[in-house]
């Protein structure tokens, strides 16, 4: 099997067994890390909900990530207007970052848009920044999805637990998502190198965050923006007029015109 990212032949890395009945296989690429199972035919029955319901951090991670996307965005891209949640489930950050006056939008091809309707993608939209929560890890097709992010915005702004080195058993890491069966794809360092590399990005990685950007940045910037702490402290110096009252009168006006 080849490596779904560097196109480097993959090794038989660990067995185990998804959602306690289907037997997977992982395989490990040498070259650049990363790890992926065999075809997963599991996962209609894994997305039967978008949303895992072993994912009970889903609101503070949230919250987490509004307010260090709000930081990112005013240390990193001031002048930055428009932006893309992709993978962006319920619609929760989107809300959030446009009742703190970010005009962001919405896209997820599995989840139901729910706290953001109205503000979804349309085609031919471009952005100065996509952001991806704790999606790479559920990509069958990695790099297809990465382009159409990359193409999509001038920087993408991504989380993901990376792999420790050397690389946990599947039972040894409860990333591997065993119970819900929608991560299926595991990132090194190395691996995201090589995404930087194939999409002429640059690429700035701390702990869980990962920045692929035209230009480069300031990484003192990059790691105080992505500290939780820092990022909640700076929340009431960074904010921008709320979207909230004109969000809704948009959405009076629009459902008066139907």
Same mark, same amino acid.
């Given at each position: =099997?080849?490596?779904?990212?560097?196109?480097?032949?993959?090794?038989?890395?660990? /067995?185990?067994?998804?959602?306690?009945?289907?037997? @997977?296989?992982?395989?490990?690429?040498?070259?650049?890390?990363?790890?992926?199972?065999?075809?997963?035919?599991?996962?209609?029955? @894994?997305?039967?909900?978008?949303?895992?319901? &072993? /994912?009970?951090?889903?609101?503070?991670?949230?919250?987490?990530?509004?307010?260090?996307?709000?930081? %990112?965005?005013?240390?990193?891209?001031?002048?930055?207007?428009?932006?893309?949640?992709?993978?962006? !489930?319920?619609?929760?950050? #989107? $809300?959030?970052?446009?009742?703190? !006056?970010?005009?962001?939008?919405?896209? *997820?091809?599995? @989840?139901?848009?729910?706290?953001?309707?109205?503000?979804?993608?349309?085609? !031919? =939209?471009?952005?100065?920044?996509?952001?991806?929560?704790?999606? &790479?890890?559920?990509?069958?097709?990695?790099?297809? /999805?990465?382009?159409?992010?990359?193409?999509?915005?001038?920087?993408?702004?991504?989380?993901?637990? %990376?792999?420790?080195?050397?690389?946990?058993?599947?039972?040894?890491?409860?990333?591997?998502?065993?119970?819900?069966?929608?991560?299926?794809?595991?990132?090194? &360092?190395?691996?995201?190198?090589?995404?930087? $590399?194939?999409? *002429?990005?640059?690429?700035?990685? *701390?702990?869980?965050?990962? &920045?692929?950007?035209?230009?480069? #940045?300031?990484?003192?910037?990059?790691?105080?923006?992505?500290?939780?702490?820092?990022?909640?402290?700076?929340?009431?110096? %960074?904010?921008?007029?709320?979207?909230?009252?004109?969000?809704?009168?948009?959405?009076?006006?629009?459902? /008066?015109? !139907?």
């Amino acid at each position: =099997m080849r490596c779904r990212i560097c196109q480097e032949p993959t090794a038989r890395f660990a /067995d185990a067994l998804i959602l306690k009945k289907y037997p @997977a296989t992982y395989f490990r690429c040498a070259a650049c890390g990363f790890v992926q199972l065999e075809e997963p035919i599991w996962i209609e029955e @894994a997305y039967s909900h978008a949303i895992s319901r &072993l /994912d009970v951090g889903i609101m503070q991670r949230n919250v987490t990530c509004t307010d260090i996307t709000s930081a %990112l965005i005013r240390l990193i891209a001031p002048n930055a207007r428009h932006f893309l949640d992709f993978g962006g !489930g319920h619609g929760t950050l #989107v $809300r959030m970052m446009r009742d703190r !006056g970010f005009d962001f939008r919405w896209q *997820d091809a599995y @989840a139901q848009n729910l706290h953001a309707r109205g503000f979804e993608h349309k085609d !031919g =939209m471009h952005y100065n920044l996509v952001v991806a929560f704790e999606v &790479l890890e559920h990509l069958v097709s990695p790099l297809d /999805d990465i382009a159409k992010m990359m193409n999509l915005g001038d920087t993408v702004f991504l989380s993901t637990l %990376l792999l420790p080195e050397p690389p946990p058993q599947p039972d040894e890491w409860w990333y591997y998502a065993l119970g819900s069966g929608q991560h299926i794809s595991l990132y090194s &360092l190395r691996s995201l190198e090589f995404i930087a $590399r194939k999409f *002429d990005r640059h690429l700035v990685s *701390d702990g869980a965050f990962h &920045l692929f950007t035209r230009k480069p #940045v300031s990484r003192f910037a990059f790691h105080l923006a992505t500290r939780p702490k820092v990022a909640g402290f700076l929340r009431p110096l %960074l904010h921008r007029p709320s979207l909230t009252q004109a969000d809704f009168e948009s959405m009076a006006n629009e459902r /008066d015109r !139907g």
